[in-house]
């Protein structure tokens, strides 16, 4: 591989290797760790503000009356990190404290497959077959959330982990399908070149809205959206998975279902909206790498605001009922919609810029 | 005209139209409260309500009306009130029983009030006194004549809720004092002047009968 | 947790059941989210339950005994907490029940204003349940609209009786507040603004096809199960038993005003919720109607001659209005009330209260205390439905059940 960075775009050493260096710098930075921290931040007090519009009262706002409480969350923040972790006696130690923090690095993992510009020089991986890629990594990280559950040691957990291994069984084939319907509406599994296709304006989601569809509804099951948050639903199970976590821990797993819900919108946001699609990259660092990540950001994060706002709509399914949607409603449409991408793939709806080059 | 039975089905449409419409109208109903939210929280302590003379708040003594007759403390549900041979000031003989107050019991449901048979007891519109510590809550025979400090109502903005069709309660700034029944107030919203006033004013005045007659003609 | 087998102590009065194998114990206890004041020990095999065991008593106060001592007027307050919500219903068959043994008969102005605030209170208690359905089921709004909504009738009933939630409005002969002024025309809008949300409960909660689909067919009582069971109050209208206090044994002012009595057929959690959205909506028209009598009749009537004849007449002042710092429309007690002494004699009484229907035995030898009152509250005949109705379902179905019976612990406990 060329040495792709000239060296005064992103610095000498430690800036080029490490900080700047585009898999560390997309796994921890942005849109990684730190940006899906401060979404997460944002989307939390987002998702109360809203809810509390619904619901006829006013959400955060003792705190900072002025911006609306919007400080409520580094304080709850602060909250959780002064708060003494309490650790059971009967609960299995390794598998309590790892499994946590190893979903939340297995959940980052699918951004290192995805690109937020079209220089190459800022790519973290190479980006051939970066779709099939992201999509396989996402579907790493509901393993730990039922070792959390087995850990703990508890009725309740237990029974939140045997749900959430059922969801995924229900989610997972839709996911996969309907994110690959672009493939086949596109015939290229390159996300660069199919945000490049819906530059003009054709976004994904407008030609194929069943696919979008399909995604949003797996997206919501997955990562205990209303109408599905069935593995922590509280009246029935208390906190499912995540009784027994207190604290930071119990912080970094209701981080762990937002950095998911993050991930998964980032990768809606390129296949389906178009990713950075009006803005053209430039070169260097700034406008090249920066201000596409933040546009993919922003629609990303209006995916979440849309899912933050169900929550005032719908109240919680029930597993089996949840399960019946999966397959009998939500897989055939998600082959549907991938029919629709191959009928758009017959007409040429997409035949330009090379797309079409697809390594046959 | 007794009651009729009338028997009823719970609403039903065709599935696929019950699932679209169903959702549809949900989030239809969702995106618009979300536009045009109706909320009436009372932003305790930055506001507090003005309640109406009738609430049935903490209860103060007037002395020179009671007869000690003792139906209130015999009345009291939960023996909150007692009676006691106590004198007005200190160094003078006392004459009769009087009633003091244990705010620790009372439940404040007016039973006290409403025999009084000279109208010595009476309701102030406010609920909300903290103290300290449990002893201050058993008040004595001097306290008992006083209307407790109302703190909230030094640093709050008081308001008043008026029903209202489309929003049910709103919130407006209370007003001193209040319009006419149109404004939608209740009538019995008028800040009566205080009884400590109006015995002043009967005492600077025509001289008091008889307390049972007398009662307090403004 | 012992099982067959193992070395348990044995205890007196402690009861071992060994647990069959495959049976996995769950027990929604007093501090779970999802349980109120009681533990439902529920046994489950895989997610359908299989035995559901309500473990109750929780907030027992003992209120029968203890109303022993007490004299007869002060026991209003004592009964009165055992159902916040409907207050003046469950206080109301105690009054009329030592109103019999008084031989006393309250006036119809007294009838009318005793109506009106059962009504507020049943539509306060209603919407109550439905708050705590909707948060079982998951769906805060309906939480939130429905306590929110609530408050418009708990300002109602301040208004009309001066407390928010412990009104102790009957008395024996009578009741203790008139209407004020323009009371009628805060009915009316209240009225006016719970029948639109009604509809917009309907919209996202009971035709919304998430809730929808948890409910419907859900805890299916059939017509000769709640017959045998014994509920009481809405869930047995809800399985098509044609039964209400107010219709069987007219009460106060019922049977003056039109109203209808609603009935559903299927039995399942959905005509429960409906069932009571309905009977909402029958209570606003009550309340619509009393006031309508109250407001073009005289005010003269609101407590019996025995009780007011012998009244000073500082106490039509403060009727009156002409005593400042008392309010208005307050019906004063004559010392009488303090020392009362009741015929000897036994009575019973009942009335609807929106649980259920609550009855109430009392007896009496002569003395300023009760000799005994015993209460059967909605609640207490409600609750062996959770023994029998939920085992075949889901796990996730308890709270559907639970929410959509409207139980309410204290009132069982008392």
Same mark, same amino acid.
Request: aromatic share 12%; charged share 25%.
């Given at each position: 591989m060329v040495d792709m960075v000239t060296p005064y775009e992103i610095g000498h050493g430690i800036l080029r290797y490490i900080i700047f260096y585009p898999p560390v710098y997309q796994f921890v930075i942005i849109p990684g760790l730190i940006a899906a921290l401060v979404v997460a931040i944002f989307i939390i007090w987002f998702e109360r503000k809203a809810a509390a519009r619904v619901q006829m009262r006013y959400g955060p706002y003792?705190?900072?009356?002025?911006?609306?409480?919007?400080?409520?969350?580094?304080?709850?923040?602060?909250?959780?990190?002064?708060?003494?972790?309490? !650790?059971?006696?009967? !609960?299995? =130690? !390794?598998?309590?404290? =790892? =499994?946590?923090?190893?979903? !939340?690095?297995?959940?980052?993992?699918?951004?290192?497959?995805?690109?937020?510009?079209?220089?190459?020089?800022?790519?973290?991986?190479?980006m051939d077959y970066s779709l099939l890629l992201a999509v396989a990594l996402m579907t790493l990280s509901p393993i730990f959330v039922m070792a959390m559950a087995w850990a703990s040691n508890n009725k309740f957990s237990v029974i939140g982990g045997v749900r959430e291994s059922f969801i995924v069984t229900a989610y997972e084939l839709v996911a996969v399908l309907s994110m690959l319907s672009v493939a086949a509406a596109m015939s290229t599994y390159n996300l660069v070149d199919i945000v490049q296709a819906q530059s003009s304006g054709l976004w994904f989601g407008l030609l194929d809205p069943l696919a979008f569809l399909t995604a949003f509804i797996a997206t919501l099951m997955t990562t205990s959206g209303f109408p599905f948050e069935i593995p922590d639903s509280e009246s029935e199970i208390v906190a499912g998975p995540y009784t027994e976590y207190t604290g930071l821990m119990y912080g970094l797993d209701m981080g762990a279902a937002y950095i998911k819900r993050w991930v998964f919108s980032v990768l809606m946001a390129l296949i389906f909206l178009g990713g950075w699609a009006p803005y053209v990259p430039g070169p260097g660092f700034v406008l090249g790498y920066l201000v596409p990540s933040l546009i993919v950001s922003v629609k990303a994060l209006v995916i979440m605001a849309i899912m933050s706002f169900l929550r005032a709509v719908y109240g919680r399914y029930r597993i089996d009922q949840a399960l019946g949607i999966g397959w009998e409603i939500l897989v055939p449409l998600a082959l549907a919609a991938i029919g629709i991408g191959f009928a758009e793939a017959y007409f040429h709806v997409y035949a330009y810029m090379g797309v079409m080059a697809l390594a046959s | 005209m007794p009651a009729k039975i009338e028997v009823k089905e719970s609403p039903k449409r065709g599935i696929l139209g019950r699932i679209i419409s169903g959702n549809v109208g949900a989030l239809v109903l969702g995106v618009k409260y979300f536009l045009d939210p109706n909320r009436f929280t009372l932003m305790y302590p930055h506001e507090y309500i003005k309640l109406n003379t009738g609430y049935r708040g903490f209860i103060v003594l007037i002395y020179d009306k009671c007869i000690g007759c003792g139906s209130c403390a015999r009345i009291c549900p939960t023996r909150a009130m007692r009676m006691l041979f106590l004198p007005q000031k200190e160094g003078e003989r006392a004459k009769k029983k009087y009633p003091v107050i244990n705010y620790n019991r009372c439940i404040f449901c007016g039973y006290c009030v409403d025999i009084c048979p000279t109208e010595a007891l009476y309701h102030v519109p406010y609920h909300d006194i903290v103290y300290y510590n449990m002893n201050d809550l058993i008040l004595?025979?001097?306290?008992?004549?006083?209307?407790?400090?109302?703190?909230?109502?030094?640093?709050? +903005?008081?308001?008043?809720? +008026?029903f209202d069709e489309r929003r049910g309660l709103v919130k407006v700034k209370a007003q001193e004092p209040p319009q006419g029944p149109e404004s939608g107030a209740?009538?019995?919203?008028?800040?009566?002047?205080?009884?400590?006033?109006?015995?002043?004013?009967?005492?600077?005045g025509e001289s008091t009968s008889k307390p049972s007659e007398g009662g307090g003609s403004a | 947790m012992g099982t067959e087998g193992s070395q348990v102590q044995s205890l007196p009065g402690m009861q071992v059941h060994p647990l069959k194998k495959n049976l996995y114990e769950v027990a929604i206890g007093p501090a779970h989210p999802g349980s109120g004041h009681m533990r439902i020990l529920v046994r489950v095999e895989g997610d359908v339950m299989v035995e559901v065991d309500p473990d109750i008593g929780f907030v027992h106060r003992t209120m029968e005994k203890l109303s022993e001592g007490r004299d007869w007027m002060k026991n209003i307050p004592l009964f009165e907490r055992m159902a916040i919500l409907d207050a003046c219903?469950?206080?109301?068959?105690?009054?009329?029940?030592?109103?019999?043994?008084?031989?006393?008969?309250?006036?119809?102005?007294?009838?009318?204003?005793?109506? $009106? $605030?059962?009504?507020?209170?049943?539509? %306060?208690?209603?919407?109550?349940?439905?708050?705590?359905?909707?948060?079982? $089921?998951?769906?805060?709004?309906?939480?939130?609209? %429905?306590f929110g909504d609530r408050e418009v009738f708990v300002e109602l009933a301040e208004r009309l009786t001066g407390a928010r939630l412990t009104h102790t409005y009957p008395m024996f002969g009578g009741v203790r507040r008139d209407m004020p002024?323009?009371?009628?025309?805060?009915?009316?809008?209240?009225?006016?603004?719970?029948?639109?949300?009604?509809?917009?409960? %309907? @919209?996202?909660?009971?035709?919304?096809?998430?809730i929808r689909s948890r409910l419907e067919g859900v805890g299916v009582v059939s017509k000769s199960r709640a017959v045998e069971l014994g509920l009481a109050g809405p869930n047995v209208r809800a399985s098509g038993v044609r039964y209400d206090v107010r219709l069987a044994e007219p009460y106060?002012?019922?049977?003056?005003?039109?109203?209808?009595?609603p009935i559903y057929e299927e039995g399942d959690s959905l005509a429960r919720a409906?069932?009571?959205?309905?009977?909402?909506?029958?209570?606003?028209?009550?309340?619509?109607?009393?006031?309508?009598?109250?407001?073009?009749?005289?005010?003269?009537?609101?407590?019996?001659?025995?009780?007011? @004849?012998?009244?000073?007449?500082?106490?039509? @002042?403060?009727?009156?209005?002409?005593?400042?710092?008392?309010?208005?429309?307050?019906?004063?007690?004559?010392?009488?009330?303090?020392?009362?002494?009741?015929? %000897?004699?036994?009575?019973?009484?009942r009335t609807e209260s929106a649980h259920g229907e609550i009855t109430y035995y009392v007896e009496s030898d002569g003395k300023d205390v009760p000799y005994r009152v015993r209460l059967v509250s909605g609640s207490y005949r409600n609750v062996i439905a959770f023994k029998y109705v939920m085992p075949g379902h889901r796990l996730a179905d308890l709270p559907a059940i639970y929410g959509s019976f409207d139980y309410f612990p204290p009132e069982w406990d008392r």
């Open positions: 003792e705190i900072s009356p002025r911006t609306g409480g919007a400080t409520q969350l580094i304080a709850d923040l602060i909250r959780y990190s002064f708060q003494e972790i309490i !650790v059971p006696r009967t !609960v299995d =130690a !390794v598998i309590y404290f =790892a =499994a946590p923090v190893a979903a !939340v690095i297995l959940s980052l993992l699918p951004l290192d497959a995805m690109p937020l510009t079209t220089n190459p020089a800022f790519w973290p991986i190479p | 004595t025979l001097d306290e008992f004549q006083k209307e407790p400090e109302y703190a909230t109502a030094k640093e709050g +903005i008081p308001v008043r809720y +008026i209740a009538p019995t919203a008028s800040p009566a002047p205080a009884p400590q006033q109006a015995q002043a004013a009967q005492k600077q | 219903n469950v206080t109301l068959p105690y009054v009329e029940a030592v109103e019999k043994l008084l031989d006393v008969d309250p006036p119809e102005r007294a009838k009318y204003l005793r109506t $009106l $605030l059962c009504e507020i209170n049943r539509v %306060a208690s209603h919407l109550y349940g439905f708050g705590i359905f909707g948060v079982f $089921l998951g769906h805060s709004t309906l939480y939130m609209w %429905a002024d323009d009371f009628g025309q805060h009915v009316r809008k209240a009225a006016a603004y719970m029948r639109r949300r009604l509809d917009e409960y %309907a @919209k996202i909660f009971l035709l919304n096809p998430n106060e002012a019922y049977d003056r005003v039109d109203f209808e009595i409906w069932q009571r959205v309905e009977e909402i909506k029958q209570s606003l028209s009550i309340m619509e109607q009393a006031v309508d009598w109250l407001e073009k009749h005289p005010r003269e009537g609101f407590v019996h001659e025995k009780f007011w @004849k012998t009244a000073p007449p500082i106490y039509k @002042k403060v009727y009156a209005g002409e005593v400042p710092y008392a309010g208005k429309y307050r019906v004063k007690m004559i010392p009488l009330y303090a020392s009362l002494k009741v015929p %000897a004699g036994r009575s019973f009484a």
